[in-house]
């Protein structure tokens, strides 16, 4: 069972980045999906949710209007559109998966199993 965040980068103020979290060994859509994103100093922030049964969204007041989460069931990824980026948005990013199927009230970030992290950067 295996949880892996991935498409970080460097990537200029008002450029895009879409992260995407794999998984193997288990469905994402039996799962609650969420992204949570750290930067050294500061407490984890969750940004993104995506529940299991009806496939509502949830975001952060950081990143709404900004970041769009999406399922891919074919491909059992979740993805995480980020578009406007701004400084403020470099952090290691993290996704995680959540048994009951339900998302935390963001920017709580408790979930049940969480996968390594991408590094994003926003610098000119």
């Known amino acids: 069972v295996q949880l892996q965040a991935s498409g970080g980068g460097l990537v200029q103020p008002g450029g895009s980045l879409r992260l995407s979290c794999a998984a193997s060994?288990?469905?994402?859509?039996?799962?609650?999906v969420g992204w949570s994103r750290q930067t050294p100093g500061k407490e984890r922030e969750g940004v993104s949710c995506i529940t299991s049964s009806d496939g509502h969204t949830s975001y952060s007041d950081s990143v709404l209007g900004r970041f769009t989460i999406s399922r891919d069931t074919a491909k059992n990824t979740v993805y995480l559109q980020m578009n406007s980026l701004k400084p403020d948005d470099t952090a290691v990013y993290y996704c995680a998966v959540d048994t009951s199927g339900l998302c935390p009230t963001l920017p709580s970030y408790g979930m049940d199993y969480w996968g390594k992290g991408t590094q994003v950067t926003v610098s000119s």
């Open positions: 060994g288990f469905t994402l859509d039996d799962f609650a």
